[in-house]
């Protein structure tokens, strides 16, 4: 039985793509997971920056050099708009984004020249459904929706993933939800390109998705990958906050910078005062309530004064974490293109400068919940201590070897790690 190794770049909906992907292969291979030996090696790609980009053509030489006799595969984003590249690198076959439903016909036309399987895995399989997850036994992902009809002047993901929404129907939703909670999952994540379009083009949209959800009994959470915040209603808003056992109280609520003159040039079509009550509102009904982000700094055309109204937006707004990008301008997109790029050098420099005051933000949010109780889901034990995320996604430190459950905590002490410039910071709980 021929081992195939999976190595995921990019987000959550790539992460749950390549779980699909080794579910449609694993009674026919042997599969694994950021496994240096392999016989096949498929690398399921992302194309957001070209840091991204590089760091995969660099593992694909490393593992090239090691295993010169393997079969190496790209799906994915990169390899959608950008084949004739991969193919150059040496990629023994290409696949584009919607090729990977049906790997399994693609992979047994690589080894054996024919897709025995081809037709038997088009006719009905539009979609993935998963039974596990590669981060253990804890959390899983489902994938609800791809596609975006925003038209983002940085962004290369639409270029990849197409400007047409697909949702999967709610039953598929349903029956993998059910599947997953059934196998013991605890944490159910629902990811996609951009979920608030999730239903776009007809009668069912994501609060009556996650409203249907919500009438399954047990002891169990859903997580949201990420919102836009041009697509929160304040229906969406009160359906969360009124559910904090079965909702986690974080949303990812991507920023991008806290300059309106920044935004405006980016395409957001949102401004601060936007952002900033969607955020209100959310700690309105519960004021513990967390946010983690994306920003970009050195956008073309940013001034000095743009950046420091980022970091003044950062102070106010207290976010538990965030995620830097030095802007990376993508071909194919309006931004490559503009004028006014911002120097390298000062793009590093206020990505450093935003990183220290992102730790100063966590380290505030952090200070509020000291001696307050969380509902911290144990995901792994070192046999002295058991770690895992609260439903403000919070990662808690908690003495003892406790099960893989639901335990509520009282936070008694942050502390700090990290490594490289950035710092990370975690509670240390009790159980109460």
């Known amino acids: 039985m021929k081992k195939v190794s999976f190595f995921t770049f990019g987000c959550k909906l790539n992460q749950y793509e390549s779980q699909g992907m080794a579910e449609k292969l694993h009674d026919e291979y042997k599969i694994a997971f950021d496994d240096d030996n392999a016989d096949i ?162 009668s069912t949209k994501l609060v009556e998705l996650l409203k249907r959800l919500l009438a399954f009994e047990g002891n169990w959470r859903i997580r949201l990958s990420s919102l836009d915040p041009r697509l929160i209603d304040q229906e969406l808003i009160q359906l969360i906050t009124e559910n904090p056992e079965k909702i986690a109280q974080h949303v990812h609520l991507s920023l991008q910078s806290g300059s309106d003159r920044v935004l405006k040039l980016m395409k957001r079509n949102y401004t601060k005062n936007k952002y900033r009550s969607i955020v209100n509102d959310f700690r309105r009904n519960n004021p513990r309530f967390s946010f983690t982000t994306d920003i970009i700094v050195g956008f073309p055309g940013e001034t000095r004064e743009d950046f420091l109204e980022t970091l003044d937006f950062v102070r106010e707004l207290e976010f538990l974490k965030i995620h830097v990008f030095r802007f990376s301008p993508r071909p194919g997109t309006e931004a490559a293109k503009m004028v006014d790029q911002v120097p390298g050098n000062i793009k590093k420099e206020r990505a450093l400068i935003l990183k220290e005051i992102a730790e100063r933000s966590s380290l505030s949010y952090l200070k509020k919940q000291l001696g307050r109780e969380s509902l911290v889901l144990i995901e792994r034990s070192d046999g002295k201590y058991s770690f895992g995320y609260d439903e403000y996604f919070i990662q808690h430190k908690v003495p003892g070897s406790l099960p893989k459950e639901f335990i509520r905590v009282r936070t008694s002490e942050i502390f700090e790690s990290g490594a490289f410039s950035s710092a990370e910071f975690h509670c240390k709980s009790m159980v109460t």
């Open 41 to 202: 090696y498929i690398i399921n790609s992302c194309t957001v920056t070209a840091e991204a980009e590089r760091k995969l053509r660099q593992l694909y030489r490393r593992l090239k050099k090691k295993s010169p006799k393997s079969n190496f595969v790209i799906v994915g984003c990169y390899s959608e708009v950008n084949p004739e590249e991969l193919k150059e690198l040496g990629f023994d076959l290409v696949l584009g984004v919607k090729q990977k439903v049906n790997i399994r016909a693609e992979l047994s036309k690589l080894l054996d020249g024919e897709a025995r399987d081809k037709a038997a895995e088009i006719l009905g399989q539009t979609y993935f459904s998963v039974s596990s997850s590669p981060e253990g036994r804890t959390r899983a992902y489902i994938g609800i929706e791809d596609g975006c009809l925003n038209h983002c002047a940085y962004c290369r993901i639409r270029l990849a993933r197409g400007t047409r929404i697909d949702s999967k129907p709610v039953e598929l939703i349903v029956n993998e939800f059910t599947d997953l909670l059934r196998a013991g999952f605890k944490e159910i994540v629902l990811t996609g390109i951009n979920i608030g379009f999730y239903g776009f083009g007809s």
